[in-house]
């Protein structure tokens, strides 16, 4: 069984900082991007940032400067710290991978249960 548990989420002012967590376990052969997601109440998720098996990253215009993606490969675990958090920011963050599991012959994507984050005086 592979699952990603998440971890970090909270309340935290404006201008405040948080780091979460993503952690991949199981019968896992590769792993070939981690991802974050973000979806604000009656919005539709969107894609915040991305990190590749290479180190690769990408990020939404909204948060780059402010966000950083990385990845722990000795622990299967990716991260996301985020700084300067505004009240815009605040949504229930999803961690995604694309992975392959020992046995398969390719990828297949997983997520996350989500994680609130609410930035708020």
């Known amino acids: 069984q592979v699952q990603l548990v998440e971890s970090g989420g909270g309340l935290v002012q404006p201008g405040g900082s948080l780091r979460l967590s993503c952690a991949a376990s199981?019968?896992?052969?590769?792993?070939?991007?981690m991802n974050w997601y973000r979806q604000a109440p009656g919005k539709q998720r969107e894609l915040v940032a991305v990190i590749t098996s290479d180190d690769n990253t990408n990020y939404a215009a909204s948060v780059r400067g402010r966000f950083t993606i990385s990845r722990d490969n000795a622990k299967n675990t990716v991260y996301l710290q985020m700084n300067s958090l505004k009240a815009e920011d605040t949504a229930v963050y999803y961690c995604?991978?694309?992975?392959?599991?020992?046995?398969?012959?390719?990828?297949?994507?997983?997520w996350g249960q989500g994680t609130q984050v609410t930035v708020s005086l």
């Open positions: 995604n991978s694309a992975l392959q599991k020992l046995g398969d012959m390719g990828p297949s994507m997983y």
């Open positions: 199981g019968s896992i052969f590769r792993i070939y991007t």
